[in-house]
């Protein structure tokens, strides 16, 4: 089900340039899962809704222009389809130890990250998986994300995680079990990390404006 009255209300294929983001990998499917999964699984916002943008793929590679086109139409769209957080589960291999909205490579994403925060949109990225205590991953560096690295189901910080002292958050990444391309999969990473923080401010977003 895809479209309005649906789960996933619509989304974008960056990657094919169709109107179809299609989850021809399962990373996206399990990461999507525990943030808003209303099934035999649940995810931790499981009434919000989906918008699924295809910057990556059937490979797990991500392009550049494609990632900063998807900020682009959360921005654009953002009215239209109520959104209030960007969830990224994914980064450079390069790792940075302060912030990095100045580096050439990665100016325009900081330009559409502050555009999303100017519209009140909450970003999470992952702070990556080398194990380093001294830098994170891309777009997680980015200072208007919230970077988010993993702990264990023992509330340990988890060996493979990268943190720093401009990692926001740590949210459980180990041994998570959810949606998957053909059923369930239990996976670990700060990527599934980042969707516990997205779910988690969904739901503080929609408490919020009841209030």
């Known amino acids: 089900c895809f479209g309005i009255g649906?789960?996933?209300?619509?989304?974008?294929?960056?990657?094919?340039?169709?109107?179809?983001?299609?989850?021809?990998?399962?990373?996206?499917?399990h990461v999507a899962g525990i943030a808003a999964a209303n099934g035999l699984l649940r995810g931790i916002?499981?009434?919000?809704?989906?918008?699924a943008l295809?910057?990556?793929?059937?490979?797990?590679?991500?392009?550049t222009s494609a990632i900063e086109d998807s900020l682009k139409w959360c921005v654009d769209n953002s009215a239209q389809f109520n959104?209030?957080?960007?969830?990224?589960?994914?980064?450079?291999?390069?790792?940075?130890?302060?912030?990095?909205d100045s580096d050439p490579a990665f100016e325009d994403w900081?330009?559409?990250?502050?555009?999303?925060?100017?519209?009140?949109?909450?970003?999470?990225?992952?702070?990556?998986?080398?194990?380093?205590i001294s830098g994170i991953a891309s777009p997680a560096c980015i200072k208007n994300i919230t970077s988010v690295g993993a702990t264990t189901k023992a509330d340990a910080i988890a060996s493979f995680t990268n943190r720093n002292n401009i990692t926001d958050l740590l949210a459980p990444g180990?041994?998570?079990?959810?949606?998957?391309?053909?059923?369930?999969?239990?996976?670990?990473?700060?990527?599934?990390?980042?969707?516990?923080?997205?779910g988690a401010f969904a739901l503080l977003r929609s408490y919020m404006k009841l209030q």
Do not use: R, W
Request: glycine fraction near 8%; aromatic fraction near 8%.
């Open 6 to 29: 649906c789960k996933i209300l619509s989304g974008y294929d960056y990657v094919n340039n169709d109107a179809d983001p299609l989850d021809d990998h399962g990373h996206g499917t």
């Open 45 to 51: 916002a499981p009434d919000a809704s989906i918008v």
């Open 54 to 63: 295809k910057a990556c793929n059937a490979s797990g590679s991500c392009f």
């Open 83 to 100: 959104i209030s957080v960007i969830s990224m589960s994914f980064g450079t291999t390069s790792l940075f130890s302060s912030y990095c």
């Open 110 to 132: 900081a330009k559409q990250v502050n555009a999303a925060a100017e519209k009140n949109i909450s970003v999470v990225a992952a702070a990556g998986n080398d194990a380093s």
């Open 174 to 198: 180990s041994g998570i079990n959810s949606t998957y391309s053909s059923g369930y999969a239990t996976l670990s990473g700060t990527s599934m990390s980042v969707p516990h923080v997205s």
